[in-house]
């Protein structure tokens, strides 16, 4: 970015946008937005991803995104750091922002909590307490999509600048860890790590010792929302081209490149 640091609401919208959901589906008063992934987030920044924008009183910004066929997930968010609001006020928000997005005659607003019950699930609608939004759509239809934020009020200005991001993610599987290079002992534990996003039904874990000529199974029944898996290294294991792979019908992903399983020397005085 030309050695120029980017506006701390977009490094938060970032981490928000691109965390893989816990819980309850959207937010909840639980687990927030769901565990952090800086690599997804990351991607945001290096792929453009974004826009920084300001808006007055009665006045919005669109932009237009195309959403390819087959996509598994459009996730979009506005974030905006919002100026200090008085003691005790309800609500607490001074500048009202509001997102929505828009596919031909279809409006989808972002998720809500109600404070009042913490453990009801999020519904969609209007947001008037948060400076943080999120539209998520699964399996979006093919087409044109308005990302439109909208200053619904903003009283301290003259304007209020905020952050957009947006993610369109078609069915994948990429595993994270073990990726290349990493060394392990035989007989000890490592998580197993992936990214996924459209999986609908059970993964396949499985490990090769000789660089994919042949797979041995560690679990053929991960759930599709799993995307950490802990193994067990086989004892007694030595090889340089192991690589772990994750597949899930005719999605798959395999290690970049090789890593080592190779036994401690013990023994020595």
Same mark, same amino acid.
Do not use: C
């Given at each position: 970015?030309?050695?120029t640091?980017?506006?701390?609401?977009?490094?938060?919208?970032?981490?928000?946008?691109?965390?893989?959901?816990?819980?309850?589906?959207?937010?909840?008063?639980?687990?927030?937005?769901?565990?952090?992934?800086?690599?997804q987030?990351?991607?945001?920044l290096?792929?453009n +991803?974004?826009?920084?924008?300001? !808006?007055? #009183? /009665?006045? $919005?910004? =669109?932009?237009?995104?195309?959403?390819?066929?087959?996509?598994?997930r459009?996730?979009?968010?506005?974030?905006?750091n919002?100026?200090?609001?008085?003691?005790?006020?309800?609500?607490?928000?001074?500048?009202?922002?509001?997102?929505?997005?828009?596919?031909?005659?279809?409006?989808t607003?972002p998720?809500?909590?109600?404070?009042?019950?913490?453990?009801?699930?999020?519904t969609?609608?209007?947001?008037?307490?948060?400076?943080?939004?999120?539209?998520?759509?699964n399996?979006?239809?093919?087409?044109?999509?308005?990302l +439109?934020?909208n200053?619904?009020? !903003?009283? #301290? /200005?003259? $304007?209020? =600048?905020y952050?957009?991001?947006w993610?369109?993610?078609?069915p994948?599987?990429?595993?994270?860890?073990?990726n290349?290079?990493?060394?392990f002992?035989?007989?000890t534990?490592e998580?197993?790590?992936?990214?996924?996003?459209?999986v609908?039904?059970?993964q396949?874990?499985?490990?090769?010792?000789?660089?994919?000529?042949?797979?041995t199974?560690?679990?053929?029944?991960v759930?599709?929302?799993?995307?950490?898996?802990?193994?067990?290294i086989?004892?007694g294991?030595?090889t340089?081209?192991?690589?772990?792979?994750?597949?899930s019908?005719?999605?798959?992903?395999?290690s970049?490149?090789?890593?080592?399983?190779?036994?401690?020397?013990?023994?020595?005085?």
């Open positions: 970015n030309s050695n640091l980017h506006p701390s609401t977009l490094i938060k919208n970032t981490v928000l946008n691109t965390a893989h959901d816990l819980g309850n589906a959207g937010p909840d008063y639980r687990f927030g937005y769901g565990r952090l992934n800086a690599l987030a990351v991607r945001i290096e792929e +991803r974004y826009a920084l924008n300001n !808006v007055t #009183t /009665g006045t $919005s910004n =669109d932009i237009i995104i195309n959403v390819p066929a087959g996509a598994a459009l996730r979009v968010m506005l974030t905006w919002d100026p200090a609001g008085a003691a005790n006020a309800n609500p607490a928000l001074v500048n009202n922002l509001d997102l929505t997005v828009v596919n031909g005659a279809t409006t607003l998720w809500i909590l109600d404070p009042n019950n913490p453990a009801t699930p999020a969609q609608g209007v947001d008037n307490v948060s400076n943080i939004e999120q539209v998520t759509i399996n979006p239809a093919a087409g044109s999509y308005t +439109r934020v200053g619904t009020a !903003v009283p #301290t /200005g003259p $304007s209020q =600048d952050a957009l991001t993610s369109v993610d078609q994948y599987i990429e595993v994270i860890y073990p290349g290079g990493e060394s002992n035989p007989g534990n998580t197993i790590t992936w990214d996924n996003a459209g609908t039904s059970t396949t874990v499985e490990y090769s010792l000789n660089g994919g000529s042949t797979w199974v560690i679990s053929s029944s759930p599709a929302g799993t995307t950490r898996l802990s193994w067990s086989p004892a294991t030595n340089s081209t192991a690589l772990i792979r994750v597949s019908g005719a999605v798959s992903d395999a970049d490149a090789n890593f080592k399983i190779l036994g401690t020397v013990t023994g020595f005085t």
